[in-house]
């Protein structure tokens, strides 16, 4: 089965520390993405990618980075920089992104990171 | 920037129509339409292409002015299973990512 894979589930950490999000598709398709979901407020982009070892940043990137070495996978790190950490985090992929055509994107099952 | 939507939420009664509309500042390209169901992930529904034409879901279906840069989701009948937050993504010029709205949470009742 085709499909986005995200975790964990649940995360809990302390304030202060890193933590890594995963996030990987056998799609093989060649966009990325991260978004942030905080009730109310939509899907906020943090990071995406259009190909391997190229990425850009969203709207909301500080406090954030992404790495891209292998097409299938596009893990987020959430430092301590980031103000604000607790959300649920969105990876999405799609075949390519809106400038080359028009796909759709594909959703994994979210990460829900609580920061204490 | 992101895109309006409008209502922020709608109560139906099940077989009762219902419009969600998507306004941008900017020029677009495309519409994107998902659905999310509480604690999923959001589903794709459609794409509104630029001189495209209306598409259709099911008794789900949507328009796309590019003039007033709006597009406009109409639900029809809805049933039970319409329920979710409905979000809409714009592309503008920039291309390279979607720029989604807020959302609208749509409850469809017995």
């Known amino acids: 089965d085709g499909g986005i894979t995200q975790s964990p589930k649940y995360l809990f950490r302390k304030e202060g520390q890193n933590v890594t999000l995963s996030c990987e598709q056998n799609?093989?398709?060649?966009?990325m993405y991260w978004y942030r979901q905080d009730p109310g407020q939509g899907l906020r982009l943090i990071y995406y990618?259009?190909?391997?070892?190229?990425?850009q940043k969203g709207d909301i990137a500080e406090g954030y980075s992404v790495s891209r070495e292998k097409k299938e996978s596009f893990p987020l790190t959430v430092t301590s920089a980031q103000k604000n950490p607790t959300a649920f985090y969105l990876c999405?992929?799609?075949?390519?992104?809106?400038?080359?055509?028009?796909?759709?994107?594909?959703f994994g099952p979210g990460t829900r990171l609580t920061v204490t | 920037q992101q895109p309006v939507q409008s209502p922020q939420a709608v109560i139906l009664r099940e077989g009762e129509d219902a419009v969600i509309n998507c306004s941008s500042s900017k020029a677009l390209y495309s519409v994107h339409w998902y659905r999310q169901k509480h604690g999923e992930a959001p589903v794709f529904l459609m794409i509104l292409l630029k001189g495209g034409e209306q598409k259709g879901h099911d008794k789900i279906s949507a328009s796309f002015n590019e003039k007033k840069q709006q597009s406009s989701l109409y639900l029809t009948a809805s049933q039970l299973s319409y329920s979710g937050t409905y979000f809409c993504?714009?592309?503008?010029?920039?291309?390279?990512?979607?720029?989604f709205g807020k959302g609208t949470s749509l409850l469809v009742t017995p």
């Open positions: 990618s259009q190909i391997v070892n190229d990425f």
């Open positions: 999405a992929s799609s075949d390519g992104t809106p400038h080359q055509g028009y796909y759709e994107q594909y």
């Open positions: 993504g714009t592309e503008s010029n920039s291309g390279y990512a979607l720029n």
């Open positions: 799609l093989n398709h060649d966009a």
